[in-house]
């Protein structure tokens, strides 16, 4: 079954905070795991991870996948309120290329 | 701005209606996506285009339909609209089917 499954599904925390956000998938011809952030409109990307245990990094932004226990985190250090967003994380495989979405964790940062 | 674009931004309707959906992806991207995005459900992958042909589908239902056109361009057509068929509706473009995928801002559709 195409599964991935987000957590926390909500976080609220303050500015400077480091957070966790986790992301677990079921493994059906696993291709790749995807991350992005939504505020009020479209989806923005974050990262693409084909690899395990290589870490990717953005500014204060990381993340890394693990595909032997199928998970995957993002980290994001000093938060600020402008990472207040919700993220999700897809899992792109399957024989048909199929991207499937987790329901997302909402992060407030609160100043 | 993701260079995708998706026309029209809003769009209100009846029920029992049919619409039109228009979606132009990235310079140079071959594949389109469609996904529909509502409170409940989250973020459900429709359909996928590559290069005019569908290459996967998803949770699309049979009143849905969709086509790429040489182009590269692509058209979502709902029909018979109910009213849970409103939604956020995005379309994303890649250059290949592992590769990232740029979402357009959206088109949102509101069926009363």
């Known amino acids: 079954e195409d599964k991935v499954v987000q957590s926390p599904l909500s976080l609220v925390v303050h500015e400077g905070d480091t957070v966790t956000l986790n992301c677990s998938y079921e493994v059906t011809n696993f291709r790749s795991l995807l991350w992005y952030k939504q505020e009020k409109k479209a989806p923005t990307f974050l990262f693409m991870l084909t690899s395990s245990g290589i870490e990717k990094k953005s500014g204060r932004l990381s993340s890394i996948l693990d595909k032997k226990e199928l998970f995957s985190i993002l980290n994001i250090t000093a938060t600020q309120t402008g990472d207040s967003a919700v993220y999700l994380c897809?899992?792109?495989?399957?024989?048909?290329?199929?991207?499937?979405f987790g329901k997302g964790t909402l992060l407030t940062v609160n100043p | 701005d993701s260079g995708v674009t998706q026309t029209p931004k809003h769009l209100i309707t009846a029920t029992g209606q049919r619409v039109t959906l228009r979606c132009s992806p990235r310079?140079?991207?071959?594949?389109v996506y469609w996904y529909q995005q509502s409170l409940d459900q989250g973020l459900q992958f429709l359909i996928q285009y590559y290069n005019g042909e569908e290459r996967a589908k998803g949770n699309i239902l049979e009143r849905f339909s969709a086509q790429q056109f040489p182009d590269l361009h692509s058209e979502l057509n709902l029909s018979s609209l109910e009213l849970g068929d409103s939604a956020l509706y995005f379309c994303a473009s890649s250059g290949g089917s592992l590769d990232e995928q740029f979402f357009g801002p959206g088109t949102r559709l509101t069926v009363l």
């Open positions: 310079s140079g991207d071959l594949s």
């Open positions: 897809a899992r792109y495989g399957g024989s048909n290329y199929k991207l499937t």
